[in-house]
């Protein structure tokens, strides 16, 4: 757009100017304000008040817009109305004032909004203005929004991914408020590649029993992160999980609640819980040991984790033991300590002692000492007090040199 200010009359119907003329001439015009050079905002009231915005350059307009519902043109009253007050203005003549106006002195040139807002903040402090935009941000959700999606990437560690990620969720979050339901479930379709729109586009349409496309849904999600994102493709199995539930689908809900136990995927819903409730109980202990086979092969540091799991829930304490004995770590012999001390108190007093020895052949320093200590601490508790005993000859034996060692000893 190129129209020249000075004679721009030239450029626009004749209906809409004269329109636009009456609205001058009766002070339709109000809050004009020079956003930055070149850049100017202004209300028009009419039906509505409407907002305009113009752009211009070396005397020419290159720019306009207005909220009005106007779509004849791209000039409509309400931007002849603000053209013309600029004119006014920039000609430094008294621009047509309301009746109720006539009395007031008229307005000489202000600064622009840029130069208002440079030189507000060159004199505010830095707790005053952060102070302010806390505040806004609170009560103003709009100010909020736009705070958020301007300067979330300044602060956010997360990728650029991530941060398109938040800023499709608030415009989904925006469309929803502005434009209704309908509009934002458009909006969920046209960007399913969101993960929080994919499941809530899962979750409208479990709501609505449409199962079929909730795992159309489900399914895709799997297709689309199985290779980049496992953790995310195991969410959407998850997620097939929970419609087969809600179909009451027997044999689906084994076959991905199985998948998701011996995956070791962590969720809020209890995989082992729902394998004993959809399977027959006749068949229970030959399926319990199917799964503990099937984790056994798959030779992962959390299988310890899982089949203690399955133990605990069957209550097979002396297969328990077992499993524990055939670790030397601390910390694992203390976990199951709680499920254990009851039936075998003396066992797990002899796993802390060889945990101990072999936790002192490879550490050194205080703190360490300080740990091996706590655990001959647990012996005593289990009722081992001359194991622990027989356990510090030793070590004073084997480690006079360490001073620190001695001094820890000597506190038990």
């Not at 008294?94 to 009395?103: I, M, N, R, V």
């Not at 379709?189 to 969101?194: I, T």
């Not at 991905?256 to 004993?276: M, N, P, S, T, V």
Request: glycine letters at 4%; proline letters at 2%.
């Amino acid at each position: 757009m190129q129209i020249p200010l000075s004679h721009f009359e030239q450029n626009i119907d004749e209906t809409i100017f004269n329109r636009g003329l009456k609205y001058f001439k009766n002070g339709h015009v109000t809050s004009f304000e020079e956003l930055s050079p070149g850049e100017f905002e202004a209300i028009v009231e009419g039906t509505e008040d409407y907002t305009v915005n113009l752009t211009v350059l070396n005397n020419n307009i290159t720019d306009c817009s207005c909220t009005c519902p106007y779509d004849y043109g791209s000039v409509c009253k309400h931007i002849v109305a603000v053209i013309l007050h600029l004119q006014q203005e920039e000609s430094g003549m008294k621009q047509p004032q309301k009746k109720e106006d006539t009395l007031k002195k008229p307005a000489s040139k202000r600064k622009t909004v840029s130069e208002q807002v440079d030189e507000m903040l060159g004199s505010l402090s830095h707790d005053d203005l952060k102070a302010f935009v806390k505040e806004q941000c609170i009560t103003d959700q709009t100010f909020r929004r736009s705070f958020l999606s301007g300067f979330l990437y300044k602060t956010t560690t997360e990728s650029p991914e991530k941060y398109r990620e938040q800023m499709t969720r608030l415009e989904y979050e925006l469309i929803k408020k502005m434009k209704g339901e309908k509009e934002a479930g458009k909006f969920i379709e046209q960007n399913l590649d969101n993960t929080d729109l994919r499941r809530k586009a899962i979750e409208e349409a479990i709501k609505n029993n449409n199962f079929d496309k909730a795992k159309s849904l489900a399914q895709d999600g799997i297709k689309n992160n199985s290779e980049d994102k496992p953790g995310l493709a195991k969410e959407w199995y998850d997620w097939l999980l929970r419609i087969s539930v809600k179909q009451q689908d027997r044999e689906k809900i084994i076959e991905y609640a199985r998948y998701l136990f011996i995956d070791g995927f962590r969720h809020d819903q209890d995989y082992y819980a729902i394998l004993k409730q959809y399977t027959e109980t006749s068949e229970w202990t030959g399926f319990v040991e199917g799964l503990i086979a099937e984790i056994k092969r798959k030779d992962h540091w959390s299988n310890i984790d899982m089949i203690g799991k399955i133990y605990i829930a069957e209550q097979w304490w002396e297969r328990l033991l077992g499993l524990v004995s055939g670790t030397r770590h601390l910390p694992y012999i203390q976990h199951y300590e709680q499920y254990l001390s009851d039936k075998y108190p003396l066992e797990l007093a002899e796993l802390y002692e060889k945990a101990i020895t072999d936790y002192l052949k490879r550490m050194t320093g205080r703190n360490h000492y300080k740990e091996a200590c706590r655990y001959m601490q647990r012996m005593i508790k289990l009722g081992a007090r001359d194991r622990v005993k027989n356990l510090m000859a030793t070590l004073r034996k084997e480690y006079p040199l360490r001073k620190a060692l001695m001094d820890e000893l000597n506190k038990i």
